[in-house]
């Protein structure tokens, strides 16, 4: 069906609206600060550094004059912010940026590692053509009971194509159907430890010229000075130096919301 019309809703951001407060004090102002979750098997640090407090005018400056979210899109992030686990959200500036970037490559079939309620997913989906598709992976299909009724609301179900398994079995599966250089666009944000592997993964199933992202990359700051012991900002640190000297791809690192890095294929 058609896509509905993106809305800017720059008073509906406010840090001080009651209704949407905790949403983006979680979600999107703080970063993922996500605790242990058995199912999932990753975190994020009780404490997330900013490069703009989120209580600065100034960063209320930027979501006044740069955020638009689509009804449903605003509908999906409501409802997962009343979820226990809601702080997992991805930044909905973010998520407005891959839109963004999906749109601008003329992207039409995209991974995602890390569903959660569905956000993104929806956010990818919507901006995607018609014939276009988001495999998406996660092993928590409880999660994204939250997410699947808007996607029909949205009239993108039929964009997506979700797969509850891990993720690495969903991606050997798509290199072992011939997929490999077919995906113009990757978002990896799961299991931390695992991230390398999801990145070489991705990096032979994404085309030249193809965009792989990569969240949480800044970890709330632990990756200054990882400790020994913390295996999850160990992956994390090692992925950025190896992305660093990659010359497989050239990238972008940008302090948005957790930290989230672009590698774009050469």
Not at 35 to 63: A, D, N
Not at 94 to 121: D, H, P, R, S
Request: net charge positive.
């Amino acid at each position: 069906g058609p896509e509905m019309p993106f809305l800017s809703v720059p008073k509906e951001v406010a840090v001080g609206t009651a209704m949407l407060g905790v949403a983006f004090a979680a979600g999107m102002l703080a970063g993922k600060r996500r605790k242990r979750y058995p199912s999932l098997g990753f975190r994020t640090p009780k404490s997330s550094k900013r490069i703009i407090e989120k209580s600065s005018p100034l960063w209320q400056y930027i979501l006044d004059h740069s955020l638009r979210e689509h009804p449903i899109l605003k509908k999906l992030r409501l409802l997962t912010a009343e979820h226990p686990c809601g702080v997992m959200m991805v930044s909905c500036d973010q998520a407005q940026l891959m839109a963004n970037l999906v749109k601008l490559i003329k992207a039409k079939k995209v991974i995602e590692i890390g569903v959660f309620t569905g956000y993104n997913t929806l956010n990818m989906a919507l901006v995607l053509p018609d014939n276009g598709k988001v495999i998406a992976c996660d092993i928590n299909e409880d999660y994204v009971k939250t997410g699947k009724p808007l996607w029909k609301e949205a009239r993108v179900e039929h964009k997506i194509d979700l797969r509850i398994k891990p993720a690495i079995q969903t991606l050997d599966e798509l290199l072992a159907s011939g997929e490999a250089e077919t995906f113009d666009f990757a978002f990896i944000d799961a299991d931390k430890e695992s991230y390398n592997e999801y990145y070489e993964k991705c990096l032979r199933l994404i085309k030249k010229g193809g965009i792989i992202a990569i969240d949480n990359v800044l970890w709330g700051g632990r990756v200054l000075k990882p400790r020994k012991d913390d295996l999850e900002t160990q992956s994390i640190h090692h992925l950025n130096e190896k992305l660093l000297r990659d010359a497989r791809v050239n990238i972008s690192m940008l302090p948005m919301g957790d930290g989230v890095t672009l590698a774009f294929k050469l």
